[in-house]
Each structure stands twice: as structure tokens, then as C-alpha cells.
């Protein structure tokens, strides 16, 4: 992919339906229930329709899409887990072995893992898709080349449209890759102009000390990379990490391709903060599971203007909070398919134009 290739695509973005969006409002206000007493589950009926068009939905089909590779940083000892993990979860994702992957069994989610940058052998149960065995320490240069990110990127562009192909009602995007805690904060921090020790935090389990250590890293690595904090590609080569621009480019391809993309935890937030960068319109479809206990999360969820669905204390990782979301997400359309209107349920509702909750009601995407 060129840059002329992601600019001619973030061009074929289109954003929300607005029509599909105020007659999916109209609905809700007319559900036989107090007014916004479903709270979120409400938004999430009404963003989808933004999404798809229709008021009625159903994602019953639905894929976690896991982007893994390996990142040098892991040299500077920045993480307690050995880089060889990567491969082994990754294979065993598709065995439904990990947290994720088990839950995207129970619920009959599709799993697919794409080997974007793995230092190691290509495995035969992975999706191979690289062009290097994972990225240089980003505290001694850049992480990768812009044309390396790119291509990365267009991984993840190919992944969504392969899934909106598929018929897949609804992606996740979830990660393997030790070390891209450091990567992800590296981003964050760059993008945003964050210090480093507010974005960063102990990962799999650093101790005060190594913490530190995973802190000035990070700050280090943006003083002698420089990124551009108004180019995110530039970013991502310099600091961040392949796992980092597949997933980038799996939020440009769900919003491109019209399909609700869950973001998981911190290093998912992170790359769909990169994505909305690039393409504001991509807010529309992505959704985010739930609040990573990374310190950096939190901010990233500000910047993009989005709330979690889940606080579950959860920071594995993988795309686990995806298999979960997206029950959610079939909570919401039950409501909005199966309630009873006032009408329907023989309710007279004159009682709500006194309520003041009625009258201050604007829903914002």
C-alpha cells in the first residue's frame, strides 16, 4: 500500500446514516420504558443503525480478528514475558486455548489470526502476512520503514473486507505480541503529547523498578524518533509496532466496509485512536468492550469520545473483551426488535411530556 492507495481509502469512508440514526431515536422514545432507562444498550441500537442503515439488527455472525508480531523493544527489558510467547498464543488462538479465543467458543465467534510480523517460522494455522520477522527497538531508531507500516495497514484493510465478503456481522480487533504495551504507550504518548509516565504502564506485571525502566523508554524513544504527532503512520513506523498498523488498518477497513469494529483494550484503543486519526468518519463504527486497566486507556477512550461497555477489571489482551461485547451489542438489538411500543403495549404515555429527562434528550453518537 502507498500513501496515495490509504488516502483513496479513508476518501471511501462514508460516516453514519443520519436518517437510520433519528428514526432509530424516534423508536427508542417510543419503547414502552422510562426514557433513556436502558442507557447504553440504547446508544449501541442506535449507533448500529447508523451503521447499517436499519433499525432492526441482529450481529449474530461475528469474527475476533487477531493481528500478532513481535517488537524489538522487548530487548530493552521492558517486558517479564519472553518474546516466544507470541507465537505459541497466537497458534494456540486458534486452537481456542487462550482467554480469548475461549470465549469465542462458548459464544461461537470465528477466529482468525494473522501473523503480521512474528519472529518466527511461519505456522500453518496462522494467517501469514508479513514482510519482516517483527520491528527494531524503537529506542534505537525507528521501529520500522513507512512502506513496512503501510503494508502493515493494508493487512488490516484486507482482513475487514474479507469479513464483510464472509458475511460476518460484526468484527473484533484483538493483538498477540510481547512487548506492544510499550509500543502502544510509545503511540499514545507521541499522538497526544501525553508525558510518558501518565500512558504507560506495568503490562504483564513489571515491578516499581521495571516500571520505571518501561517509562524513560518510552520518553526516550520519542525524543530520538521525533515522530510527526499529526501523521499517524509516521508515528506508528517510529514507535509503534506492526500489530499496531494491521489493527489501524482494520478500523479503516470495518468503516470502509460498513462493519461494527470492537476495539479491545489498551493497545486496540490505541490503534483505533490511529484510525480515527486518519480518518475522523471511522469513529462511527467502532465500539469499545471494555476499560483496560492500563493507565493510558483512559485517555485514549477521552480522545476518541467513546465509553467502554464492560468495567470487568480485565487487561489480557488478545481481544478478549470482543466475544463479550458482542453479546451486548445482541442485547441492545433484542430490545430495539422485540420491546413493545406505548401504542403496542396499550400504555398511554401522556406522563412523559412533564418529565424534564424527555424534554433535555439529544442523543450523540
Known amino acids: 500500500m502507498t500513501d496515495a492507495e490509504l488516502k483513496t481509502i479513508i476518501s471511501g469512508v462514508m460516516p453514519a446514516y443520519p436518517d437510520a440514526i433519528t428514526e432509530a431515536v424516534r423508536r ?6 422510562p426514557p433513556r432507562s436502558l442507557g447504553g444498550l440504547e446508544d449501541i441500537s442506535i449507533r448500529l443503525a447508523g451503521i447499517t442503515g436499519a433499525v432492526r439488527n441482529d450481529p449474530e455472525k461475528c469474527l475476533v480478528a487477531v493481528f500478532a508480531a513481535d517488537n524489538g523493544v522487548v530487548n530493552e527489558g521492558v517486558a517479564v514475558t519472553p518474546q516466544s510467547v507470541t507465537l505459541k498464543q497466537a497458534v494456540n488462538m486458534t486452537w481456542h486455548k487462550t482467554g480469548m479465543s475461549a470465549l469465542a467458543g462458548f459464544f461461537g465467534n470465528e477466529v482468525r489470526v494473522y501473523d503480521v510480523g512474528i519472529n518466527a517460522p511461519e505456522r500453518q494455522e496462522l ?4 514482510l519482516r520477522r517483527g520491528t527494531n527497538s524503537i529506542l534505537r531508531g525507528p521501529a520500522m520503514t513507512r512502506e513496512e507500516a503501510l503494508f502493515a495497514v ?9 469479513a464483510k465478503r464472509d458475511g460476518f456481522d460484526a468484527m473484533g480487533v484483538g493483538e498477540m505480541g510481547i512487548g506492544n504495551t510499550t509500543t502502544s504507550a510509545a503511540v499514545l504518548a507521541a499522538l497526544t503529547g501525553a508525558d510518558a509516565e501518565l500512558v504507560t504502564g506495568r503490562g504483564s506485571g513489571l515491578n516499581d523498578e521495571a516500571l520505571e525502566h518501561k517509562i524513560n523508554v518510552v520518553r526516550e524513544a520519542i525524543r530520538i524518533n521525533a515522530p510527526d504527532a499529526l501523521d499517524p503512520i509516521d508515528v506508528i513506523s517510529k514507535v509503534g509496532g506492526l500489530d499496531i498498523a494491521a489493527m489501524t488498518g482494520a478500523y479503516l477497513g470495518c468503516a470502509k466496509y460498513r462493519l461494527p469494529a470492537i476495539a479491545d483494550g489498551f493497545i486496540s484503543v490505541v490503534a483505533a485512536l490511529c484510525a480515527v486519526r486518519l480518518c475522523p468518519a471511522a469513529r462511527d463504527f467502532i465500539f469499545l468492550s471494555h476499560a483496560s486497566e492500563e493507565p493510558g486507556y483512559k485517555l485514549a477512550a477521552k480522545e476518541l469520545g467513546l465509553k467502554p461497555f464492560l468495567l470487568l477489571d480485565m487487561r489480557l489482551g488478545e ?3 470482543c466475544p463479550i461485547a458482542f453479546q451486548v451489542m445482541r442485547a441492545a438489538c433484542a430490545v430495539m426488535n422485540g420491546m413493545a411500543t406505548f401504542d403496542e403495549a396499550a ?4 406522563y412523559l411530556k412533564n418529565l424534564d429527562e424527555v424534554k433535555d434528550f439529544n442523543y450523540k453518537a
Open 347 to 350: 400504555i398511554d404515555d401522556d
Open 127 to 130: 494467517i501469514t502476512k508479513k
Open 319 to 321: 481481544g478478549s473483551g
Open 154 to 162: 493494508s493487512v488490516g484493510v484486507e482482513a475487514a473486507e474479507n
Open 28 to 33: 427508542q422514545s417510543e419503547l414502552a420504558k
